[in-house]
């Protein structure tokens, strides 16, 4: 085994290093600025708790996107942002075809 010297000295050493990891996330701006808009409530707890039914209710259809509800001056809108154009409309149009009241909402 090695001391733990030679193993501080071996990391230090050019070209030994791991190559960097590359982070992402989802971001509300370029290509993920678009969403949609799954319903109105009075209530943030409200919002909350449809955005987690729709969530549960099909991961894959929603990709990465967050689960934000948003206060409006109507009340609490509970929304699905960072997403693509065409994943918007694509998700909208499936949660429609189940009954479940949708809009996209466009970036800006």
Do not use: Y
């Not at 992402?24 to 987690?52: K, N």
């Not at 549960?56 to 699905?80: I, V």
């Amino acid at each position: 085994q090695l001391a733990p010297q030679a193993v501080a000295l071996a990391a230090a050493r050019p070209g030994t290093a791991p190559a960097p990891e590359i982070v992402t996330h989802v971001s509300t701006s370029g290509d993920g600025s678009w969403g949609i808009d799954v319903g109105l409530f009075t209530t943030r707890a409200e919002a909350e708790r449809v955005l987690l039914q729709v969530a549960l209710g099909d991961l894959g259809m929603l990709g990465n996107a967050l689960r934000k509800p948003a206060r409006r001056p109507d009340g609490w809108h509970a929304t699905f942002v960072g997403m693509s154009e065409e994943a918007a409309g694509l998700a909208c149009r499936r949660l429609k075809a189940r009954a479940r009241e949708c809009s996209v909402i466009g970036p800006g």
